[in-house]
Structure formats: structure tokens, C-alpha cells
């Protein structure tokens, strides 16, 4: 029996090596069947698991492992990691702080921790350990542009600034750092690299909606369709309709009943990911949203885009591309933050605002017009609303206007 045994083992583990996982799962299975104490092989099971995506059998697996070897700090940083990917981040920093308390001096389970913490809405705590891990390893690339951003969201500039000064002495082309660096100074004069809201955007993918709907408040989709109904409540749909920089989704989900065919483009291909598990996309497209709108042949009758414009400076571009994909009388609903002095402004946020006159001359210079506009609170930022404008354009289109409200009541 145990010359049988072994030799499953040996099959279980050629097939972990060659990464066909689900045969490695059902063998180390089938011994743990008959010793379910087996340490080593669950250890190994939770590994095949994590690599299948099957996070919350990864982290039972783990824990079963965990019980038996208590004092192992790799298979408490595993359970980490699975739990984590399952979402379940107070569990994973629980499982990390054990893994540390084991290796005080691991640098993934530092990063980790901290980034579970971040992720986890405990800014502080992840500020803590990422000072621990700077300690350790000064030039942790990693942490160095993790702790900036953090201490960016939190306001703490002069902090950010050194971190990101730090991080660019080390990755000097970067251009997320690049772009947030000069959002501090007030010096961004353009909208940035491809590169850096992609790489944003999923970073923040897992952890994107919990965030900005449950912490936030945030409401633009909800505020977009409401302008939209008010010019024209007795509207039977659109035929052919544009969700620009979809996200996760969460204004497709709003729109998509007056949408008789309905895309969702994004440059994160892990928010469209996200975005596919709603199911309200008869499309979904990972690119530009300019250079999709150039490159194709379809012509739209609704175009959608909640907070594209926040991570755009200069607009003409994507109005030009909505100009010649729109058919007669279609429609352009869309959201900026609110610029109070003329053209576009970029902010420590990184992101840019826009003033209501500029967005009514690019419009119009496009062979557009402003129908319906309103001022409105997107959502918090620590204890304040973010001010921000949401219009409806039309191009050739002769319709009545609507009333102008503000903050959303009507």
C-alpha cells in the first residue's frame, strides 16, 4: 500500500510540474483520502487549487495544512494569498500577520500584508508595513510605488513626493510615477500615458466596486441615466449603444434595458473582466476608447462614459471620434469634475477637471451641442463631495432642451 501511495504521489506530482493542476488535485486527493493529515501533500493541493482560481478551496485546503503545522510560515503566507484572492481580506491578514510573526523578516509577507491592509480599507496599518518593508529592502521597487500612491490618496503630498522621486531614481520611465509626480507640482500637461491608467485600473480591479459604490457613495451611473430620462422620458431605447470605459460594469448594468445592443470598452483588460460577469455587454473590448471608435465601422446612437473624461486634459479628440460615429440625433451622456477656471486642470488627484465652458466650445466645435447639463456631487472624498458637472450632448440633433437642476434633485 504504501509503494501504491508513492506512486500516486509521484504521478501527482509530474502532472503539478507539467501544470495539468486538475489531475494533480484529484490524485493528491485520492491520498488524502486515506491520510488526511498529510501536510506536504495538502500544501501541495492548495498550490494546484490556487493556480485553477479556486481560491476558497485553495484556502480550506491551506487551513487544514495550517492546523497541522502551525509553526510552517509558508503555508500561513499561502493561506494569505487565497484568501485574499477570495476576498476575504480581514481572514488573509490574519493568516499574514501569522506567517510574520514566524519570519519577521520576509519581504513577501510584508508586501503582502501590506497591500491587504490597503486593500482592505486599513491605510494606516498598510502606511506601517510598508515603512517596515522600506526598512528591510530601501529599494523595494514594488513598495516604493504602492506607498506612494497610498500616501498620495491620503494626502500626504510631501511624502508622496519623495516615494515617488525614490521610485523613478529606480524605474525612471515609469509613467504612472511620472504622471502623479506631476500632478503634485501642477505640471501635468497632458493626458497620460496609456500605460499607467491600465495598470491602475487593474491593480484596483478586485477591490474597484467595494470601494467606490460601499466607501465612496459613488453615483454617477445612476445620475447620468436620470439626465438622460429627463430629456427624453418617453423614450422606447436605443438601438446601438457605447458604454465608453466601462469599468467593472456598473453603468452598463444601469443602461443596458434601453439598449437594444449595448459594448463596454475599457483599457483594463482585468475590469472587463469583471464587467463580462455581469452580463449586460453584447460586447466587451479591451482598448482605446479613441482609437476603438476610429478603427471601427459602427455608428452609435448612444454613447455612455462615466468618469472617462476625468482621465482625459485635452477632450477634442474623443469628441471628434464620437462626432463621426454618431448617427443623426444621436446622444453623448457623460460626466467631468468640476473646473473653475477656464479649459482643463489637472489635480493632485491625478485626475483632471474640466470648466463647463470648455466643455460646451469642444462640443460645439465638434459639430455638437450641450442639450442638458448639471451640477452634481460624484462621490466622497475623505470627509467632502467631489463636485463634478454631468451633460447630455447631442450632434445633429433638434430636440428640446431640459431643466438645469443641481446635486442630483429634481
Known amino acids: 500500500m504504501a509503494e501504491d501511495l508513492q506512486h500516486i504521489y509521484g504521478l501527482a506530482l509530474e502532472a503539478h510540474e507539467q501544470k495539468d493542476f486538475d489531475r494533480a488535485v484529484e490524485l493528491y486527493g485520492r491520498i488524502l483520502a486515506r491520510f488526511p493529515d498529510g501536510d506536504l501533500v495538502l500544501y501541495n493541493q492548495g498550490l494546484a487549487l490556487y493556480q485553477l ?75 506601517a508595513y510598508y515603512d517596515q518593508l522600506l526598512n528591510i529592502e530601501p529599494d523595494h521597487v514594488s513598495c516604493l510605488n504602492n506607498f506612494a500612491y497610498l500616501c498620495h490618496l491620503q494626502g500626504e503630498y510631501g511624502r508622496a513626493e519623495e516615494l515617488y522621486n525614490r521610485f523613478l531614481n529606480l524605474r525612471p520611465d515609469h509613467p504612472g510615477a511620472l ?117 471601427g465601422n459602427t455608428q452609435y446612437d448612444l454613447f455612455i462614459a462615466a468618469d472617462l473624461l476625468t482621465y482625459m486634459a485635452d477632450l477634442e479628440p474623443l469628441f471628434q471620434a464620437v462626432s463621426q460615429k454618431s448617427l443623426p440625433g444621436s446622444l453623448f451622456v457623460f460626466s467631468t469634475e468640476h473646473g473653475e477656471d477656464p479649459g482643463w486642470q489637472v489635480r493632485p488627484t491625478g485626475r483632471f477637471a474640466h470648466y463647463p465652458d470648455y466643455i460646451a466650445g469642444v462640443v460645439r466645435k465638434c459639430g455638437g451641442k450641450i442639450v442638458c447639463t448639471q451640477k452634481a456631487d460624484l462621490r466622497r472624498e475623505g470627509a467632502a463631495w467631489i463636485a463634478g458637472d454631468i451633460y447630455l450632448a447631442s450632434f445633429n440633433l433638434a430636440g428640446a432642451g431640459c431643466k438645469e437642476t443641481e446635486n442630483g434633485d429634481q
Open 179 to 295: 504622471h502623479m509626480l506631476a500632478a503634485l507640482s501642477g505640471t501635468a500637461d497632458d493626458t497620460p500615458a496609456n500605460e499607467y491608467i491600465r495598470e491602475l485600473f487593474d491593480q484596483y480591479s478586485d477591490t474597484f466596486e467595494q470601494s467606490l459604490v460601499g466607501e465612496l457613495e459613488y453615483r454617477v451611473p445612476e445620475l447620468l441615466f436620470d439626465l438622460l430620462d429627463r430629456y427624453d422620458p418617453s423614450s422606447s431605447g436605443y438601438e446601438n449603444c457605447v458604454d465608453l470605459g466601462c469599468g467593472t460594469g456598473l453603468a452598463g448594468v444601469i443602461f443596458s434595458p434601453l439598449c437594444n445592443r449595448l459594448t463596454g470598452v475599457d483599457l483594463s483588460e482585468k475590469m472587463v473582466a469583471v464587467a463580462a460577469e455581469k452580463e449586460v455587454y453584447d460586447t466587451r473590448v479591451t482598448a482605446d476608447v479613441v482609437q476603438f471608435l476610429l478603427q
Open 53 to 127: 482560481d479556486r481560491f476558497a478551496e485553495s484556502a480550506a485546503v491551506f487551513a487544514r495544512a495550517a492546523d497541522i503545522r502551525d509553526d510552517d510560515a509558508d503555508t500561513w503566507f499561502n493561506l494569505g494569498l487565497a484568501l485574499k484572492q477570495d476576498g476575504r481580506h480581514p481572514e488573509a491578514r490574519r493568516a499574514y500577520e501569522r506567517a510574520l510573526n514566524l519570519a519577521s523578516d520576509d519581504a513577501d509577507i510584508i508586501f503582502n500584508l501590506a497591500n491587504c491592509c490597503r486593500e482592505g480599507g486599513y491605510p494606516e496599518q498598510a502606511a
